[in-house]
């Protein structure tokens, strides 16, 4: 009895304790309830060294609400919990890592669901780190998150660099141009006859004939190999910023659609050429990312010519036998001379909002400006000095890098020293965030962990890429435009549907389902039922309105 | 037990609260499932006043203006209506025809099998593919079907003497195949139960009269084993009317590509596309849609109901 008596008393005193140790530490560290988008490749947010790095720097405690990988999914979240926005257990802030579409933050900001913010923005006080961006960044950091309302609920990141501007490079395969004695191609009539003989030639040498000659898939980086070839007869940005629309050549300021153009029947006539003699494969509309790398990856190479944005579609790239076989070749000059590469404006994406219902708003202001700071936009993406990245003077001497060597900048500053990134890790949040550093600061960075620069390596392509794409776009683009609530849903199906149905019917010239001759004015027809005139017309307002 | 049905009966003419009273137990049995009925089927149908409203989040349900059919008439203006109400109707007319028959005939033969053991054995194998989700299952078909790196292709080059397979998934009109032949490789071992269940009560007795009188194996089949399931399959048959609009949805979003939106874009999928999937959700369009296909399946339902009441003299209600 008495035992039980004593036991019974230490309980209630060690409860009493973790109370009052529970209160201290309320006291001492605000908690700011962050949902965040989830990255399958960290392991761990809590015991996340970026976490604690935010923690200990503004002195809070974050606790975490996960949000879906998946854009699609997130978009759903989102939208259903703007159904409920004094719901109690909203975040505080939100990190959605570019998720959410302009027209849904707009449509969750007017609902009540995000915080407009344009006036913490402008505090200096408030922000000081995003205040500090240089004029020239800042203005496009406002102007990419300033809605159609006027008001701005969201703050982007913006990392500018040279590389992902134009992701549809195009690898031909250098190996098969040898054995059979050809030259790299320029223009689209010398592809053709290459990519000939590539299908006659028994390039892999194996006695069957198997080689594709065109092959890539409709993904988001770059593989959508037929509009890289598209571009070699009018400029288009496959479908990827306002639904494909561009300015018209001879004044640079009429809005008109590409792919109603003359031009572009040219060019569906050259592909479907491509597709009838047997050198443009039709999984170019069915594949998936999976099959894409397999495919580009067979223990016998069987792929002529893609387009790729990024290395990692040919794994451990600089010994990949596939890849070795590949080389960097310039966009493909067309008849007219059109030369051009789909143009990837890398608008700052929009990353993080701030919940209207929330009662810390200044810490959630204080919260989102310490994303803008120098250091803390470099651990944010590169993950802890000393492991991953360093500054060290003595590990820089002697180091180079591609923009170096073309002459972009005058030295490598910040060497990445692991692989971290391609890896599951828990030393950053995977870049999910606001961010901001300067195309400055981004071209004096080497990733060191494949040993020093070597401009003969073939993974090296920066420079290169630099050299052969970066210039070849019309003189003048349209800037991200944004409609306001009744100019999107009048246009709601053009804006649902176009993009989609432009690549589908692309797809279907060139396979044959559509007829180029007989079939494109009803093409046009389709075009115009989703309602293309009233978009042309709505988008030319926009722009103009936006000059 | 005698005198329990004596008490029943003499409740016949009682007042319906006596009558429940009586059998207290068997209805707080039925509570849950009431409850969860009206939960989760009867209070969302509130939702559908939102095909009537141009709804936003900010005013709410309630406060959202009414607008009338113009909903409908949205949709029925839209350039993908018409396409995407023929592609439900053609797909899930198709996987009726396909799958209905196809498990009753694969039960009556399984039952003609000789050897239990045998039997089971198929059963079960035929069985399995039902627990593959849908995920699984069509990158599988993905995978299989690839013409290069897949099964297909693989089996294609071998047997025609190293020439490539044609790309059948490129072929947009292959994908209503695809799609129902790949259901009855999934389905048809589930479905099949329902049957063999219902042939293993057939009368052993007929089967022995018939074959004394001389019954070869189809004519008992024919006499026998079918009369016997006929009851269960115009059930089953008014069931799967009532479903045909609901064609799965997740199947068809995950085997779209550029090449078969022409058939593949159903009434579900579009719903899903402009409501929740698209930049700028728009639930109440999307109410709306899935409104009319629940009318229209309901119509369907009560047709096929009446029918089969005529019919065989079965129905659900």
Redesign the interface.
């Known amino acids: 009895m008495k035992k039980t008596r004593l036991l019974a008393l230490v309980l209630a005193l060690s409860m009493v304790m973790t109370l009052f140790a529970g209160l201290s530490i309320a006291e001492e560290k605000p908690v700011l309830k962050v949902a965040l988008t989830t990255s399958s490749m960290v392991t761990d947010y809590e015991d996340n060294y970026f976490t604690n790095y935010l923690e200990d720097k503004l002195g809070i405690e974050i606790e975490f609400q996960m949000l879906p990988v998946d854009a699609?999914d997130t978009?759903?979240k989102i939208?259903l919990l703007?159904?409920?926005?004094k719901s109690p257990d909203l975040p505080d802030v939100f990190v959605v890592d570019n998720h959410?579409?302009?027209?849904?933050i707009l449509?969750?900001g007017?609902?009540?669901?995000f915080l407009a913010v344009e006036d913490y923005a402008n505090n200096p006080e408030a922000m000081p780190n995003y205040n500090a961006i240089p004029a020239d960044d800042r203005a496009i950091l406002d102007m990419a998150s300033t809605q159609a309302d006027g008001h701005m609920y969201s703050f982007p990141a913006y990392e500018p660099e040279t590389w992902n501007y134009t992701p549809f490079r195009l690898f031909l395969n250098k190996a098969w141009l040898d054995k059979l004695g050809l030259q790299v191609p320029t223009t689209t009539e010398e592809l053709k006859q290459v990519l000939i003989a590539f299908r006659d030639g028994d390039p892999n040498g194996n006695?069957?004939?198997?080689e594709?000659g065109v092959y890539g898939y409709?993904g988001g980086y770059g593989q959508n190999t037929v509009a890289a070839l598209m571009n070699s007869f009018v400029y288009w940005n496959n479908g990827q910023l306002n639904c494909g629309l561009a300015l018209d050549e001879s004044d640079y300021d009429t809005v008109y659609a590409p792919f109603t153009s003359d031009a572009w029947r040219e060019g569906l006539r050259y592909l479907k050429d491509l597709y009838d003699e047997g050198v443009l494969?039709?999984?170019i509309?069915?594949d998936?990312d999976?099959?894409f790398k397999?495919?580009l990856n067979?223990e016998e190479p069987?792929v002529g010519l893609t387009s790729a944005g990024s290395l990692s579609n040919w794994p451990n790239a600089k010994e990949n036998k596939n890849f070795l076989e590949m080389q960097l070749i310039a966009p493909l000059t067309g008849p007219e001379g059109v030369n051009y590469t789909p143009w990837i404006e890398q608008w700052p994406g929009q990353e993080m909002m701030i919940c209207a219902n929330t009662d810390k708003v200044d810490l959630a202001i204080k919260f989102a400006d310490e994303f803008y700071d120098y250091e803390t936009s470099l651990i944010e993406r590169l993950g802890i000095e000393g492991t991953d990245w360093s500054r060290d003077p003595a590990q820089l001497e002697g180091q180079t890098n591609a923009y170096v060597e073309v002459g972009l900048t005058d030295s490598v500053k910040i060497l990445i020293t692991s692989s971290f990134w391609a890896e599951n890790q828990n030393h950053t949040w995977r870049n999910h965030g606001p961010r901001y550093t300067s195309l400055a600061t981004f071209l004096t960075i080497f990733d060191i962990t494949n040993g020093p620069f070597n401009p003969d390596d073939p993974t090296q392509l920066n420079g290169k890429c630099y050299e052969q794409y970066f210039f070849n776009r019309p003189e003048k683009l349209l800037p991200m435009l944004k409609f306001t609530e009744d100019e999107?849903e009048e246009n709601?199906?053009a804006?649902?549907?176009l993009g989609?149905f432009v690549?589908?019917a692309?797809?279907?010239f060139i396979?044959g389902?559509r007829d180029i001759d007989n079939d494109w004015d009803a093409y046009l027809a389709?075009l115009e039922?989703?309602g293309l005139s009233q978009l042309i017309a709505t988008t030319q307002a926009v722009y103009d309105r936006s000059k | 037990m005698a005198k329990k049905t004596v008490v029943a009966h003499s409740h016949g003419n009682a007042t319906l609260g006596k009558r429940i009273l009586d059998r207290w137990q068997l209805y707080l049995l039925l509570i849950l499932p009431l409850v969860w009925l009206i939960t989760f089927c009867y209070v969302p149908m509130g939702g559908l006043v939102l095909a009537f409203k141009k709804y936003t989040a900010a005013k709410g349900i309630w406060g959202s203006p009414w607008v009338g059919v113009q909903n409908f008439q949205k949709f029925f203006n839209s350039a993908k209506s018409s396409i995407v109400i023929q592609n439900t109707l053609l797909l899930s007319l198709y996987q009726l025809f396909i799958s209905f028959p196809i498990p009753i005939l694969f039960a009556l033969l399984l039952n003609v099998l000789p050897g239990v053991k045998y039997k089971k054995v198929i059963q079960t194998v035929t069985y399995i593919p039902y627990f593959f989700s849908t995920v699984v299952m069509v990158s599988l078909l993905f995978q299989l079907l690839d013409y290069r790196i897949g099964l297909y292709g693989a089996l294609y080059t071998t047997l025609s003497g190293g020439k490539v397979a044609p790309n059948v998934l490129a072929q947009g009109s292959n994908f209503r195949h695809i799609y129902v032949w790949s259901g009855v490789w999934q389905a048809t071992g589930y479905q099949a139960i329902i049957y063999i269940a219902a042939l293993s009560s057939a009368d052993q007795s007929l089967h022995e009269a018939a074959m004394i009188d001389g019954a070869s194996r189809f004519q008992r089949v024919l006499h026998i084993d079918i009369p016997t399931i006929l009851p269960t399959a115009s059930i089953m048959l008014v069931l799967a009317v009532g479903n045909i609009m609901n064609v799965g949805y997740e199947k068809t979003l995950l085997m779209q590509n550029n090449l078969n939106l022409n058939y593949s874009e159903i009434i579900s999928t579009y719903t899903y596309k402009v409501g929740l999937a698209s930049g700028v959700p728009n639930f109440s369009l999307s109410t709306a849609i899935g409104m009319f296909n629940s009318v229209i399946n309901f119509i369907l339902l009560v047709l096929a109901n009446f029918t089969s009441k005529r019919l065989s003299g079965n129905g659900i209600f």
């Open positions: 699609a978009r759903q939208a703007a159904t409920d926005v959410l579409t302009t027209e849904g449509s969750a007017m609902n009540g669901l006695g069957k004939a198997d594709i409709n494969s039709a999984s509309f069915t998936n999976t099959n397999a495919i067979q069987i999107t709601l199906d804006l649902t549907y989609d690549k589908q692309m797809a279907e396979t389902v389709d039922s989703y």
